[in-house]
């Protein structure tokens, strides 16, 4: 047998990458194999590849010391029209959303702070791989690319991986490799869902009358268009979703859907690029099967509308990283191969939610679009309650992952979110102080009894004690775990027991 890895990822996107960095940090032997040859495919550069993060993505980078690599400063944050007072925020089904009136008061356990950015900021996913990629190398794993993954067989000691004559082994096989994943077809998960009503296009080309297309995003009597600038657009065409998306897509289709969606006669010069979609919504029926996981578009595709298919992967390699790492090391101890797998069963309890969630949030949207009076009449409706201050808060709040909450029990509000960004009273702030990807029991009482408790798991939780912080919203203590969600928290008096308790759950 060759080198038998403790992980192997399937596929180097933005979602394996991310978790072969968390698994690599935590001292596991992570290698990556990567279908193309080299990075920075014409999907995933330029406006093509551009993606909004939500705030959870943007907390994530953050906490990894990463935000700023990620999301260098540039000028001006994206803005579809130049209207006194707007800054686009995003969209549900093309109703287009104001940064301005977000009203964090609404979030109570929100604190500004860097990656509390919610004017559109989006990033390429070429981008992120770049500071991703060496990342995961400088942190001790390895990436070979033109490894086409094709076959996937387990049994109870460790899994084989097969790409072509080849074949790597490893004690676990996690599945980020896209919509259409190998190992999800392979290691035979159940993928459950509805199937397309529409077909979309990413489109780069040369127009001859690009001011007869409006900047921004489009609702139409026959489906969307969605203008970046000039020769970058989105279609999105209500077909049935019955377009062949193996064939190539030609220039003389995109002629003939860009004037059916727009009602323009406006040409196509040349074609620079062109790729499909669908709002094909599926969702993995288990995220682990034997020593198989999947993460990301393996686990669930849906259409792209609202921006959430990345922000939803990279949430699912934050929370099953330190899990699975953690499973790694605790079975380093074991005799045999019996494995604990609880804490790594809560990867999918915690997750599959979340992606179930995203599949009805874009479902919605597509009713919404859909051609005709009914769609029209729901629009305007929908457009209505946007248009509200509760409206725009609730929408803003979902989009943006600010009332995002994983069901950790009703012990508190924020059991189960993400951990408020403090500022204490050295200047210091919460987010950094998880670079580390540890857990972190901060302390804001004046007694000693938890820093003594937190003496027993200083191998794998920091203690933070004796720190104001300009506003604790009400807490005297807090746990947090190493993807930010916080664990335990106590209002006035400790309560020690309760602390005790989330300490051996999670750590
Ligand atoms: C037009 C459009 C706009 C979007 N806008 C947004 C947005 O604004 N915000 C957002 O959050 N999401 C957005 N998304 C969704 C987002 O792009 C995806 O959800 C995200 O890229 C998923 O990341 P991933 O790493 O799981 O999969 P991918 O990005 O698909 O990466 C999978 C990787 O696996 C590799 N691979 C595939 N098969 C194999 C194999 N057999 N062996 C080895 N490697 C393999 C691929 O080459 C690829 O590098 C959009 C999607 C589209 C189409």
């Not at 489109?203 to 995003?217: E, H, R, T």
């Not at 990867?347 to 009076?373: D, H, I, M, N, S």
Request: aromatic share 8%; glycine share 12%; with cysteine.
């Amino acid at each position: 047998m060759s080198n038998l890895y403790d992980v192997i990822i399937a596929g180097g996107g933005p979602v394996g990458l991310f978790l072969a960095c968390e698994l690599a940090m935590a001292d596991v032997s992570v290698l990556v194999l990567e279908r193309e040859p080299e990075p920075n495919s014409p999907s995933k550069v330029g406006l093509s590849g551009m993606r909004a993060l939500n705030t959870a993505s943007m907390d994530a980078f953050y906490r990894r010391g990463l935000l700023d690599k990620v999301t260098p400063p540039i000028k001006r944050p994206l803005n579809f029209q130049e209207k006194p007072g707007f800054q686009f925020a995003g969209q549900f089904a093309g109703i287009w959303l104001n940064a301005n009136r977000l009203d964090l008061k609404r979030f109570k356990y929100r604190i500004p702070g860097p990656s509390l950015d919610i004017s559109l900021n989006p990033v390429s996913i070429a981008g992120i791989e770049a500071v991703l990629a060496p990342r995961a190398e400088s942190l001790g794993a390895t990436i070979l690319r033109g490894k086409n993954v094709t076959g996937v067989s387990q049994d109870e000691d460790a899994v084989t991986v097969e790409v072509g004559d080849e074949e790597f082994h490893a004690k676990w096989l996690v599945g980020c490799d896209g919509g259409r994943s190998t190992v999800r077809k392979a290691a035979g998960f159940e993928f459950v869902g509805t199937e397309p009503t529409f077909t979309g296009y990413a489109v780069q080309a040369d127009i001859d009358q690009p001011d007869k297309l409006k900047i921004g995003f489009h609702p139409t009597e026959d489906g969307m268009y969605v203008m970046m600038r000039a020769g970058n657009f989105h279609l999105l065409d209500f077909d049935g979703g019955f377009f062949d998306r193996t064939q190539n897509v030609t220039a003389a289709h995109i002629q003939d859907v860009l004037g059916r969606v727009t009602g323009t006669d406006v040409k196509i010069t040349k074609l620079h690029h062109a790729s499909s979609f669908t709002d094909r919504c599926k969702q993995a029926a288990r995220y682990r099967n034997g020593r198989v996981l999947l993460a990301g578009d393996a686990a669930h595709i849906h259409s792209p509308l609202g921006g959430q298919g990345l922000n939803l992967g990279l949430g699912d390699a934050v929370n099953l990283g330190w899990k699975l790492a953690a499973t790694v090391r605790d079975s380093r101890t074991r005799y045999g191969p019996v494995v604990d797998l609880s804490l790594l069963d809560t990867y999918e309890q915690e997750r599959r939610p979340f992606a179930a969630w995203v599949l009805e949030w874009t479902r919605t949207q597509v009713t919404v679009l859909k051609p005709g009076p009914h769609g029209a009449a729901l629009r305007q409706l929908m457009s209505d309650l946007v248009d509200t201050d509760d409206g725009h808060n609730l929408f803003l709040g979902r989009i943006w992952g600010l009332s995002q909450r994983h069901d950790l029990g009703d012990a508190h509000p924020l059991v189960g979110a993400s951990a408020p960004d403090f500022e204490f009273s050295d200047g210091s702030r919460l987010g950094p102080k998880l670079e580390g990807a540890r857990g972190l029991l901060v302390d804001f009482s004046d007694g000693a009894a938890l820093e003594k408790l937190a003496e027993g798991y200083k191998a794998r939780v920091d203690y933070v004690g004796g720190v104001g912080a300009r506003d604790q919203l009400g807490l005297s203590a807090l746990l947090v775990r190493p993807d930010g969600i916080v664990a335990w928290v106590a209002e006035g008096s400790l309560d020690i027991e309760g602390a005790k308790a989330a300490l051996m759950r999670w750590f």
